[in-house]
């Protein structure tokens, strides 16, 4: 367990450092791969932090902990990863909320998804008025003008959509200071507003039914420990960030390190059954 955490995590650092420095590479996919590379170890800092305490006895675990997630945060920081650095910091909290509140703090975080999945054009909507793009950086600019663009097609076709990846069909270009760009590059970097973009009302309702279904099942879960609750309860709060800011909802990879981050929730294991832990004690 301890080895396979280690060598994950090792493989993710070092893929994303290799690409940085690897001749012959174009810059643009260097960054795309090391974005995405920083993506999957935001997700893990929680699963780390819980192999740290499992592992390493006494306040040197969490001294270990703490010193990890602060270096994935500086890194972050390194490329302007916003996301990523938002992701850390909500991690933490709902790790420490985990902790304390395993059940509770997993199936909140499930209903704030399904409530930001369903509401997501009215949400955003309402931010919006109230932000100054010009403030903004670049690449926050550009997410209100797709987010504009965006809730202006869903109401078009609110109840089933224009289909499963038609984004991508919205190639026509506007006016962003010197650049002409499309008005949706690729996905409209928010789930909630690509489901509701593409499958409509029938497209999200189902999908949050399914998250609220996952929600109740893990947050039941009858052996559910507060290390692994925690874990849990952080890694998808990152992920949730990310959703929300950042990765399109049909992206392979995207969904391949939720199942690499879930796979690692496991190996922290549940808690001990009484029977179990009886047998520990002996």
């Not at 994303?16 to 174009?26: A, D, N, R, T």
């Not at 997501?120 to 600019?141: C, E, H, N, Q, R």
């Not at 919205?170 to 690509?194: A, C, M, V, W």
């Amino acid at each position: 367990m301890a080895s396979h955490a280690f060598f994950s995590t090792r493989t993710a650092f070092l893929g994303v450092f290799s690409l940085l420095y690897e001749q012959g590479v174009p810059f643009n996919q260097k960054t795309r791969d090391a974005t995405r590379g920083l993506s999957a170890l935001v997700c893990a800092v929680p699963v780390a932090w819980a192999f740290c305490h499992m592992l390493i006895p006494d306040w040197r675990g969490k001294a270990a902990g703490v010193v990890f997630g602060l270096i994935v945060f500086a890194i972050c920081w390194k490329f302007s990863l916003s996301a990523g650095m938002a992701g850390v910091l909500l991690a933490s909290v709902l790790f420490i909320s985990g902790w304390y509140f395993p059940r509770t703090t997993i199936l909140l975080v499930g209903l704030t998804a399904i409530l930001s999945f369903m509401l997501s054009p009215i949400l955003i909507s309402t931010l919006l008025g109230m932000v100054d793009k010009t403030a903004l950086p670049d690449s926050w600019a550009m997410r209100v003008d797709m987010w504009h663009f965006a809730i202006a097609r869903i109401e078009e076709k609110a109840l089933f959509g224009w289909g499963l990846d038609a984004s991508r069909s919205f190639t026509e270009t506007y006016r962003f200071k010197t650049l002409d760009l499309p008005n949706i590059s690729l996905h409209p970097h928010n789930l909630g507003l690509q489901l509701w973009l593409e499958t409509g009302l029938v497209g999200v309702s189902l999908f949050s039914a399914a998250t609220l279904m996952l929600a109740i099942r893990v947050s039941s879960s009858w052996n559910l420990g507060r290390l692994q609750g925690a874990a849990i309860a952080g890694s998808s709060g990152a992920f949730l960030v990310f959703m929300f800011l950042s990765f399109g909802a049909w992206q392979e990879w995207f969904w391949a390190c939720a199942a690499w981050v879930a796979a690692m929730c496991f190996l922290v294991g549940p808690a001990p059954d009484k029977n179990t832990k009886e047998l520990l004690d002996r």
